[in-house]
């Protein structure tokens, strides 16, 4: 009832940056990025990202821009708009089937952070003792009850910021959420720098150490860039198709990729001087966020009110992402099968949750099952960000590089067509890109020889293409 049939759009530009960013921002940036750069020595790490988020990034980003605003349309259409004839549309489904699986363990473990805030407001956290961190994190991801608890405390907030819609709802919650995570993230970094004994984390930041590298820092460097922009799912195509025609998305695409870079440096910058002033272990991996930095909070003054707001911010940027990951299925359901907004949001966040119910089983009591040799949370955190997401990244790269017109890319991206940038941002899409999407896709599977494929790849591009047979 009141529901209108017309396709909604955003508010202003403002708006639209800050939803996408917010989209991009999330436990990729305060969670994921922190622990592999520590996993992989810190600040030469930190440099290969950031020419990942350059060479691959930001361009698939563009193009799941111009994806989405050409078409209005959201993650599968826009793909039959482009292309009626041909299967492109295939890599929608894959998109709105990552989605359901990675937005049910983000859930899980968002729960695990509303958890944590709670525990710190209560005090109950800090007052155990700095050696039964781990156990006590153990303990929360096994139990029966309580995660489940807060993971659908986690997917109602969400559920409920998507009923909205894209102006009153995901717009209007990005405006809000966004700047108090930036101010509270802020605050944190304020206060681990200005530790006695931070520069040692401060420099483990900026000074490269290129011996900790391995090849395989290369990888989850690629792989992270993609997760962290919300890339190869869909997202920024169905975010785009609320854009109108008068922004311009190159620079949009560059705001969104800084932003999310920026935050997650700052996110390095709030935990590593902490961690190596207080003598924790920078290489803690997963469990850095759970089980270490607790124990840094414990030591500081104030540390109840820092440990509050740092939990509290990283429920923020995960609500700001998982509006974002459920947006891509509601806006499919609505448009093809003419479901209303309210049904879709309702209905897919209600399946989703059950999913992640099981995920969240499977580490405590389900723990026996295992489905090719994997618990179920396992098993969706590696088929959608191993195969599905550089897959669908991939086929994203591929259809904006040689499946449009080079004309008509150009000009969705509004790019004229001489302009120099736009020729860079092709030739990497077409040849440079899709060499290490291939790397990161054939690495995941543990297929051998993948730098040698992925080469060879690239090169067989351009080949073709300077013998004329692709492109224009
Ligand atoms: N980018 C978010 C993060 O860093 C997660 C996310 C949101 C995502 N939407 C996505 C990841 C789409 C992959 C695809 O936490």
Known sequence: MGETKKRE??????????????????????WKF?????QNGG???????????AIVGFPVMLSEFL????????????FKALSPEKPWFFTGYMGVAAAFMILSFYGVVAGWTMTYTWEAVSGNLLSLD??????????????????????????????????????????????????????????????????????????????????????????????????????????????GSYLSKDEK????????????????????????????????????????????????????????????????????AALTSAISILEVPVAFFTEKYNW????????????????????????????????????????????SANILLPLGGLFILLFVGFGMKLKEAFEAADFSLDSKFGKTWMFTLRFVAPGFVLLVFLNALGVTGALTAAIIWSITLVFLYLLGVIGD
């Open 340 to 383: 209303t907004r309210t049904k879709a949001t309702i209905i897919l966040g209600f399946v989703i949750t059950l999913v992640g119910m099981a995920a969240s089983l499977s580490m405590g009591p389900w723990g026996g099952f295992t489905i090719a040799g994997k618990n179920i949370f396992d098993q969706l955190d590696w088929v």
């Open 9 to 30: 759009q955003w508010g202003s530009k403002l708006g639209f940056i800050l939803a996408a960013s917010g989209s991009a921002i999330g436990l990729g940036n305060i």
């Open 130 to 239: 700095a050696s039964q961190f781990p156990d006590h994190f153990g303990a929360l991801i096994g139990d029966p009850v309580k995660p489940i608890l807060w993971q659908v405390a986690f997917m109602v907030l969400t559920v409920a910021i998507v009923l909205g819609g894209v102006k009153k709802g995901i717009e209007r919650w990005s405006k809000i959420l966004m700047p108090l995570l930036l101010i509270l993230l802020l605050i944190v970094m304020f206060r681990s720098i200005t530790l006695e004994g931070a520069s040692a984390g401060i420099d483990f930041l900026l000074k490269p150490d290129f011996s900790a590298l391995t090849p395989t820092s290369f990888l989850v460097a690629l792989g992270h860039a993609f997760f962290s922009l919300s890339l190869g799912m869909g997202t920024m195509i169905t975010y």
């Open 249 to 316: 998305l190159p620079s949009a695409a560059i705001s969104v990729s800084v932003a999310d870079t920026v935050i997650a440096l700052i996110a390095g910058f709030a935990i590593f001087p902490a961690v190596f002033a207080l003598g924790m272990e920078a290489g803690a991996g997963p469990g850095l966020l759970f089980m270490t930095l607790p124990g840094v909070f414990q030591q500081l003054p104030l540390g109840t009110f820092f440990a509050t707001i740092f939990f509290g911010l990283v429920v923020i």
């Open 67 to 78: 994806i989405g605003r050409k078409t209005q349309k959201d993650a599968v259409n826009s």
């Open 34 to 38: 922190p622990y592999i750069t520590g």
């Open 43 to 53: 600040s030469a790490f930190i440099i290969i990202y950031l020419i990942a988020i």
